[in-house]
Nanobody, 124 residues
Framework: QVQLVVSVGGLVQAGGFLILTCVAF????????MNWYRQVLGDQRELVAGITNGGSTNYGHSMKGRVTISRDNAKSTMYLQMDKLQPEDTAIYYC??????????????????WGQGTEVTVSS
């Protein structure tokens, strides 16, 4: 079992930045990959960024170039730095992990542990 705890989001002005954290507890050694997703009410959940145990990263299209994903294995923490935020970035942000299984390309269905969503609101 793994528990993921996400930091509180908040209200940010357009053009500003925000850093989210996701701390993992439990069988951390079984985590294969971790991602950040976001979801707007009524829309599908979309990938923001992902990082593997080996440190490989990938980014979704919507925020590419404005976000940086990183992790500190010693602190069991994953970070998402979001820059130049825009009102369209307003969403619920989630962290997720693939735990206890292997996947080449880890699509959404492999992510079996999720943190609580955190609301990020960007004002114009």
């Amino acid at each position: 079992q793994v528990q993921l705890v996400v930091s509180v989001g908040g209200l940010v002005q357009a053009g500003g930045f925000l850093i989210l954290t996701c701390v993992a507890f439990g069988f951390i050694s079984e985590i294969v990959a971790m991602n950040w997703y976001r979801q707007v009410l009524g829309d599908q959940r979309e990938l923001v960024a992902g990082i593997t145990n080996g440190g490989s990263t990938n980014y979704g299209h919507s925020m590419k170039g404005r976000v940086t994903i990183s992790r500190d294995n010693a602190k069991s923490t994953m970070y998402l730095q979001m820059d130049k935020l825009q009102p369209e970035d307003t969403a619920i942000y989630y962290c997720a992990a693939v735990v206890g299984t292997s996947c080449g390309v880890c699509t959404l269905t492999f992510y079996n542990y999720w943190g609580q969503g955190t609301e990020v609101t960007v004002s114009s």
